[in-house]
């Protein structure tokens, strides 16, 4: 199992981004892709994850609804859309797996054995 993130970047206060998360090796679609973030100092928190096989989708507090996961299952990708970010906004962005549905493993970070690298969002000022 492998996940990659890209999309990350430099962007100004107010501006918008789209991160992808490539999935690959898995065997089949049960299981559930979710978006995380961790800014310097503190712990990582939970922004959405969604089930590959049913769309299900759950969202945490840091989403604020300001960003919106999505999929491309045919592409095996899943999306994190991010409208009018803030400078708090900035932090490592990364995804994770987990061979659950959305429902049970929700935005716990023990229960995904499986990380990307993770892609650096700023949001200047």
């Known amino acids: 199992v492998q996940l990659v993130e890209s999309g990350g970047g430099l962007v100004q206060a107010g501006g918008s981004l789209r991160l992808s998360c490539a999935a690959s090796g898995f065997t089949s679609d049960e299981y559930t892709v979710a978006w995380f973030r961790q800014a310097p100092g503190k712990r990582r928190e939970g922004i959405a994850c969604?089930?590959?096989?049913?769309?299900?989708?759950y969202y945490g507090h840091s989403a604020e609804g300001r960003f919106t996961i999505s999929t491309d299952a045919a592409e095996n990708t899943v999306f994190l859309q991010m409208n009018s970010l803030k400078p708090e906004d900035t932090a490592i962005y990364y995804c994770?797996?987990?061979?659950?549905?959305?429902?049970?493993?929700?935005?716990?970070?023990?229960?995904?054995?499986?990380w990307g690298q993770g892609t650096q969002v700023t949001v200047s000022s």
């Open positions: 994770a797996a987990a061979f659950r549905d959305a429902n049970s493993a929700y935005l716990n970070v023990p229960l995904y054995p499986y």
């Open positions: 969604i089930g590959i096989s049913d769309g299900d989708k």
